[in-house]
């Protein structure tokens, strides 16, 4: 062999031997938001080429400023060397970030099965839906329509009042405190001023409900002997059992605990919440039935009226004991207008239109 073909046949094996450009090893420092599946969609190899190269145990949780060895890749930054080179990933495209939500609803451990997967994916719907179920049983709020307005049904006489609750200093209307004074009066026609605090309270609860009709179901109630409280807030024109149309009670009561200084009574087994104004807030439940005797939830509540208190507005109790004076007034009732002690208002055969009490 001559001379010259033994150098061409040494330069030839010498350059076989060397690495190759087109399947070099590049150096790719990771930075905030790459992943995987981004990096290898970057430099075009497959992902797990990359957990292999690198000996990666947790791909969903890459440490930013970490390098990663990216295997069998072109260099086109310098094609005449094989030595390693940094490389900075562009920022992320569309493709990378969807890549990379993709892998946030992976599973870290990369032998997970995909029935777990699913069982994931499954298990946030599940959750999100019981946020929801619990947002629409315990809030019911909306934006208010008319902000300030209470509109109020008296169930028993189906009364209705657009009732404009403040005056121009902010303070409850006196014509709002009358207005409440004759809808909140008793069965037999007795009347009490009611408490201005009481009034704000609901025009709070309308507010947060949308300015949906408040249902009265009773307010007033002068002493008897047979109520279990003996001093219930309702002889004093500072209590009220009511109901909020088109929101269930539950809701209703869960709304009335978070106002200050207020008595909260839940009846499950009836058809309102109880709320009263307090120095100091309390709650209560009353599991029994009109009728029956209190069965609260624990003992020494602080608890305002019994279910078998409420005889107003169709509420069905038992007959009331007909040797007690249930129309006995409490200290400052009157008569309300066109009714006295011992008869019972007339009830209108038709709803008084809705019209604003409050207008001259």
Not at 229 to 240: L, V
Request: with cysteine.
């Amino acid at each position: 062999m001559g001379l010259r073909a033994f150098v061409a046949v040494a330069v030839l094996a010498a350059a076989s031997a060397l690495p190759s450009v087109a399947a070099a090893d590049v150096q790719h420092t990771i930075g905030r938001g790459h992943t995987i599946e981004a990096i290898a969609n970057r430099y075009h190899v497959t992902a797990k080429a990359i957990i292999e190269a690198n000996h990666l145990k947790d791909v969903k949780h890459l440490r930013v400023g970490d390098v990663l060895t990216i295997p069998g890749v072109k260099d086109k930054s310098d094609t005449t060397t094989s030595k390693a080179k940094t490389h900075e990933a562009p920022k992320p495209t569309a493709e990378d970030r969807a890549a990379n939500a993709a892998a946030e609803r992976r599973p870290a451990s990369a032998d997970t099965t995909a029935s777990s997967s699913r069982s994931e994916r499954k298990g946030e719907k599940v959750a999100k839906a019981g946020k929801t179920n619990g947002r629409e049983t315990t809030t019911f709020a909306m934006k208010a329509k008319t902000p300030g307005v209470i509109h109020v049904h008296r169930i028993a006489t189906t009364e209705q009042y657009d009732v404009h609750v403040g005056d121009r200093r902010g303070r409850v209307s006196p014509v709002a405190l009358k207005t409440f004074e004759k809808m909140m009066r008793s069965p037999n026609g007795m009347a009490h001023p009611i408490e201005p605090r009481l009034v704000a309270l609901l025009s709070v609860v309308s507010n947060h409900f949308g300015s949906r009709k408040i249902e009265v179901v009773s307010g007033f109630r002068p002493f008897t002997p047979t109520q279990f409280n003996p001093h219930s807030n309702h002889m004093h024109g500072k209590a009220i059992d009511f109901r909020v149309a088109g929101v269930p009670n539950e809701a209703l009561r869960d709304f009335c605990r978070t106002l200050k200084n207020v008595g909260c009574g839940y009846y499950p087994n009836s058809v309102f919440v109880h709320m009263d104004v307090r120095d100091q807030s309390a709650f209560w439940i009353d599991y029994s039935k009109p009728g029956e005797a209190p069965r609260y939830n624990a003992p020494g509540l602080d608890a305002d009226e019994g279910t078998s208190d409420v005889h107003d507005d169709g509420h069905p109790t038992t007959a009331p004991d007909p040797s007690s004076d249930a129309t006995a007034p409490s200290p400052g009732a009157t008569p309300s207008p066109g009714a006295t002690p011992t008869e019972t208002p007339s009830v209108p055969s038709t709803a008084t239109p809705s019209a604003d009490p409050t207008a001259p």
